[in-house]
């Protein structure tokens, strides 16, 4: 059964770090692509980065660029954002998720974990 599941959420202050995980079970990891997404209260969900199985390549939402970076642990089957110079404006819930492409439509992508909540403020 193909699971992922969040963690490393929590209340974090502006300009603070977060590192959240993405853990994934009855799949290979590399064969697949990886994406974080965010759900702000009130707002659609949106794509924050995207991991290409093929090549690793890595693509960020313009928001995030520069304080983001995706990384992925094959070995421990897990993928990692870490989040620096957190603003008020990342507070959302946090989804990692899985599809054939970062090209895919968001409702292309599966496996969708819980979720994990995502605090800036002081």
């Known amino acids: 059964q193909v699971q992922l599941v969040e963690s490393g959420g929590g209340l974090v202050q502006p300009g603070g770090s977060l590192r959240l995980s993405c853990a994934a079970s009855g799949f290979t990891l590399d064969y697949y692509t990886i994406a974080w997404f965010r759900q702000a209260p009130g707002k659609e969900r949106e794509g924050v980065s995207c991991m290409h199985s093929s090549d690793g390549s890595i693509r960020y939402v313009d928001s995030v660029k520069g304080r983001f970076t995706m990384s992925r642990d094959n070995a421990k089957k897990t993928v990692y954002l870490q989040m620096n110079t957190l603003k008020a404006e990342d507070t959302a819930v946090y989804y990692c998720?899985?599809?054939?492409?970062?090209?895919?439509?968001?409702?292309?992508?599966?496996?969708w974990g819980q979720g994990t909540q995502v605090t800036v403020s002081s």
């Open positions: 998720a899985t599809a054939r492409s970062c090209d895919s439509a968001q409702d292309e992508f599966g496996s």
